[in-house]
């Protein structure tokens, strides 16, 4: 059993309080009941967690669910609890920044990271921006990016000259039209991004050596345990299995991968070489060498 686990989180959550054309959680209300559920899972999963304090191994959680989970205080004092947990090492969030952040003050903030989106048309620059900016002040890490639409090309140089050099932006690229982007609108992203090429790129991952399933699981709220997040197999579930039960040796068994979520953990890439202990939240070495500097 590796002694460091990462562990995706993902509950029954699927609405959003925005409304982004190119994103199907936009377009899903939650009932009552549905967020009741979600709030339920994750109570089970956080005592799950506490439970794993004697356990040889450590955990880095990430919350990404088919919504916005910050809007739900479950998910902040969830993340409150976990960052002070002794045995937990990261606990991170993919997030549109669109709550307030005072609750931040009460997390560990050696443990946190944001995982920040800008959604163009759903917010303006300025409240982005100023969102980034307290977290920041807070000494809390963070990445910021978009989607890399060509109409949002203008807003994303923008947001790049708004924060501070030493917070990365990300690009992630679109993909859902084939040979979308011409060469000088990806040297254009990339001055923005340097790793841009790096996300535009669909990976040949069929029979590849990959942590998801060994190091790294795709945890539903019914406890229910994936390698991956785009294969469909169920591997265990924590609330019957021990954890290293289900871990073992996975080769990949999907044509491609082109996601960010999945492709950092495939040993063979270049990503834990430029991310590091970063790898989770997105910040590449680089900048959080240069954030580090501007600390002290």
């Known amino acids: 059993m590796p002694a460091r686990v990462s562990l995706y989180y993902r509950g029954s959550l699927s609405s959003c309080n925005y409304a982004c054309p190119y994103c199907p959680f936009s377009k899903t209300v939650d009932s009552r009941e549905t967020l009741e559920r979600d709030r339920q899972q994750l109570d089970r999963f956080v005592d799950w967690v506490r439970q794993q304090a004697h356990k040889p191994y450590r955990l880095s959680i990430f919350f990404n669910p088919y919504g916005e989970a910050l809007v ?45 989106t800008y959604h163009p048309g759903q917010t303006s620059e300025a409240q982005f921006v100023g969102q980034c900016m307290t977290l920041y002040e807070h000494g809390i890490a963070f990445s910021a990016g978009t989607v890399g639409l060509r109409e949002s090309f203008a807003a994303i140089r923008s947001l790049r000259q708004q924060l501070p050099a030493d917070v990365y932006v990300w690009v992630n690229a679109f993909k859902d039209r084939p040979a979308y982007y011409e060469p000088g609108e990806v040297e254009e992203l990339e001055a923005i991004d340097p790793y841009f090429r790096y996300n535009l790129t669909d990976y040949a991952s069929l029979g590849q050596s990959c942590l998801a399933g060994e190091s790294v699981f795709y945890v539903q709220g019914n406890g229910m345990v994936k390698r991956c997040y785009q294969d469909k197999r169920v591997i265990g579930n924590i609330y019957r299995h021990e954890l290293e039960q289900i871990a073992a040796e996975r080769p990949c068994q999907m044509k491609t991968c082109g996601c960010y979520i999945g492709y950092i953990h495939m040993p063979d890439g270049p990503f834990a070489h430029q991310y590091g202990e970063r790898l989770l939240e997105r910040i590449p070495l680089r900048y959080e060498a240069q954030a580090h500097y501007n600390r002290v």
């Open 72 to 116: 739900h205080g479950w998910y902040r004092r969830a993340m409150v609890e976990l960052s002070h947990l002794p045995h937990v090492d990261k606990v991170a969030v993919q997030t549109n920044l669109s709550v307030k952040l005072d609750w931040t003050m009460e997390l560990n903030r050696d443990k946190v990271a944001f995982w920040a």
